[in-house]
């Protein structure tokens, strides 16, 4: 004869836009009592319980939970597109520094479970992150991916490092190739809310390393996979819903003890301007198991040129009377010079001469100023001012 099943002590049900906690012993005790005076009896049998009088704790509302996976949706590699404008690296652009960072992703055994990629601002980091990620995706090593701006992430009242973990084990039950046992673990942190309310390492250690630990034998050959972290330094600076410079460095730290632990079998890549907390991290404690691309070590030059040359190949389909070849080397070269080795520079560059669908006129206008030869001190004033936004 079989045991009779155990009973899990707590129970996650939805009253009206909430989330509560009951305890199942009490529920139990209730539904067993005749006549008990909460529980009522339907002509079907059913019985109907009055959770108002159980201990219940609340656990979140429903606008909060769509909150989450709004988050938990922005914060993927693929949206970065369609919510920011940031686009993929051109083909054939920036492929020595996206081959230095495929090579620690992909290398049998890297000195560094850790990379961290940085720049100063307009160098075209989440460009190289986003392509970073497809190829990962593509080649069947991508773990998860997190992009942030702190302007067009959504907010909510729960902290941003309850996501993170959240996310976090989501995708690695939806991509890491391992056996149905560790996806269905990992994908039980639905039914374990109060973990959410605890130190992010912890959250670490029970939602992925446990499950990790627990099928070692089965996930020893899964090859290491890639987390994407990119614009945590954007989070801290703007103060988006409350992240500080502590959460930042608690989601840093907690990420460099899982790298120490053998079973965790993942990669992180952490993207973001030489400054601030993140630095000051791989400066400090990550120094021993990180290793740095400075992707302004890359002449981006070349890349430029190709990038300017896409962009007016484009800007003459809409212009089908301007000359076959234009605007000229001559012109290429000079807004080149003028980018100084800024993609960002290049596109606000772009979208000042070719915004607002001018007209013909206006076109060559914008695009005398952008190389200097304009007289008209308006239009080089509009364009410096939006250069020196683009570089915020």
């Given at each position: 004869m079989s045991?009779?099943?155990?009973?899990?002590?707590?129970?996650?049900?939805?009253?009206?836009?909430?989330l509560v906690y009951v305890d199942r012993n009490e529920l139990g005790q209730m539904l067993s009592t005749p006549n008990h005076p909460n529980v009522s009896v339907l002509g079907n049998g059913a019985k109907v319980v009055n959770v108002d009088s159980l201990k219940c704790t609340t656990l979140k509302t429903k606008s909060e939970d769509e909150a989450e996976r709004?988050?938990?949706?922005?914060?993927?590699?693929?949206?970065?597109?369609?919510?920011t404008g940031v686009q993929f690296c051109l083909a054939n652009t920036r492929t020595c520094a996206q081959a230095k960072i495929v090579e620690w992703a992909t290398g049998h055994q890297p000195a560094t479970p850790m990379l961290w990629v940085t720049s100063d601002a307009g160098m075209g980091k989440t460009s190289i992150a986003l392509s970073i990620a497809r190829a990962c995706e593509r080649k069947g090593i991508l773990a998860s991916t997190f992009f942030f701006d702190g302007k067009s992430t959504p907010k909510s009242e729960t902290k941003l490092n309850t996501y993170f973990v959240r996310a976090l084990a989501q995708e690695m039950s939806q991509r890491v190739p391992g056996p149905q046992e560790l996806k269905s673990a990992l994908q039980a942190i639905r039914n374990d809310n109060d973990i959410f309310s605890k130190p992010v390492q912890e959250q670490i250690d029970e939602l992925i390393l446990k499950p990790l630990r627990n099928c070692k034998a089965e996930t020893k050959n899964i090859s290491s996979l890639v987390i994407v972290i990119d614009g945590l330094d954007h989070l801290v600076e703007s103060g988006w819903d409350g992240f500080t410079s502590k959460d930042c460095r608690e989601l840093l730290v907690a990420l460099r003890k899982a790298c120490g632990d053998p079973s965790f079998?993942?990669?992180?890549?952490?993207?973001?301007?030489?400054?601030?907390?993140?630095?000051?991290?791989?400066?400090?404690?990550?120094?021993?198991?990180?290793?740095?691309?400075?992707?302004?070590?890359f002449k981006a030059d070349e890349d430029i040129a190709l990038f300017y040359e896409n962009a007016f190949d484009n800007i003459q389909d809409h212009f089908p009377d301007l000359p076959d070849v234009w605007p000229g080397n001559n012109v290429i070269e000079a807004l080149v010079k003028r980018a100084s080795g800024r993609f960002g520079a290049a596109n606000t560059i772009i979208e000042y001469i070719s915004g607002d669908r001018p007209s013909r006129n206006v076109l060559l206008k914008r695009l005398d100023c952008a190389v200097g030869r304009s007289t008209d001190s308006a239009e080089e004033r509009s364009l410096a001012h939006l250069l020196e936004i683009g570089e915020k």
């Open positions: 045991a009779p099943p155990t009973i899990p002590t707590k129970l996650t049900v939805r009253v009206g836009d909430k709004l988050l938990i949706t922005w914060a993927k590699y693929e949206s970065v597109g369609p919510r079998p993942f990669r992180v890549m952490v993207s973001s301007r030489p400054e601030g907390d993140v630095k000051d991290f791989f400066s400090t404690t990550a120094r021993d198991i990180s290793t740095t691309v400075n992707i302004e070590d």
